[in-house]
């Protein structure tokens, strides 16, 4: 796998990570300790993306 493909796996992730925190925050009874940690998710690929991409 090179480097750009790893990188658009991991942002495709990211995107389909924020959808899904999206929907989760707009569902009535939205458990907030999943959504706390599926935003911790995107923020940890997020870093990634960055720290492979300003290399």
Do not use: N
Request: proline content about 2%; charged content about 40%.
């Amino acid at each position: 796998m090179t480097m750009s493909s790893h990188v658009q796996e991991l942002r495709k992730k990211h995107q389909t990570l924020s959808e899904e925190v999206e929907a989760a925050q707009r569902s009535p009874g939205a458990d907030e300790f999943q959504i706390a940690k599926m935003k911790k998710r995107k923020l940890k690929l997020k870093e990634e993306i960055t720290r492979l991409t300003d290399a």
